[in-house]
């Protein structure tokens, strides 16, 4: 199936710093999705964005569906020790009977105390 | 409190043994799905439902079997035809609508004795 292209793979940062990362793809999607995952665990949805041009918070997380519905980021301000782990991004198409999420492969993101 | 469950946390997969994974949902959502995830693969879809007695193969079905007899429930049965079977399992659900979000079950992490 087709993959979105996440950016960067990985990063190692200093608490208190800003992250941003994104993701790109060839396709449109009429949803973008954002997911955390930790270590051995499922991931968790952070933010769902459902319009083009959409700039949506949740505390120190702020993510933007890009206006050509071809991209989307996310940013994390200040981060903390706690931010360690995997942020995927999702995007969805909805034709008709399209249940399916498409996947970035991930952003491994390290906070160094 | 609603959400999704998976059980057993971490199963053990003898050779020519077929093992049965859990999914259960207490959301009334419509739609479920199988996800396989490796290690720098992302997420693979291996089946999904759309509703009860139905179901379709994602991209990777070759070596699983699914059931949907109840809204609530849908087991994935990891088969002996699945030659790698060593992986973390994703068990997701969403309303079935067109904005497609899904929510994540926390994992099954099979291994192979």
């Not at chain 2, 087991?75 to 035809?81: D, N, Q």
């Amino acid at each position: 199936g087709q993959q979105l292209n996440q950016s960067p793979q990985s990063m190692f940062i200093q608490e208190g710093e800003d992250v941003s990362m994104n993701c790109t793809s060839s396709s449109i999607f009429n949803t973008w999705l954002w997911y955390k995952q930790d270590p051995g665990e499922g991931p968790v949805l952070l933010i769902a964005l459902y319009k083009a041009g959409e700039l949506t918070s949740n505390g120190r997380l702020t993510a933007q569906f890009g206006i050509t519905r071809k991209d989307s980021f996310l940013n994390i301000s200040a981060s903390i020790p706690s931010d360690v782990g995997i942020y995927f991004c999702a995007g969805h198409h909805s034709g008709a009977g399209s249940y399916q999420l498409t996947f970035g492969k991930g952003t491994k993101l390290s906070v160094i105390p | 409190d609603g959400g999704i469950t998976q059980s057993p946390k971490y199963l053990f997969r003898k050779e020519g043994q077929n093992v049965t994974l859990s999914c259960e949902q207490n959301l009334n959502h419509d739609a479920m799905y199988w996800y396989r995830q490796d290690p720098g693969q992302g997420l693979r879809l291996i089946y999904y439902s759309q509703i009860v007695n139905d179901f379709q193969k994602g991209d990777i079905a070759e070596g699983y079997s699914v059931s949907r007899e109840k809204k609530e429930s849908f087991p994935l049965t990891v088969t002996s035809a699945q030659k790698n079977p060593t992986a973390f399992y994703l068990c997701a659900s969403s309303t079935g609508d067109s904005l497609g979000t899904q929510y994540f079950g926390p994992g099954t992490r099979l291994l192979v004795l």
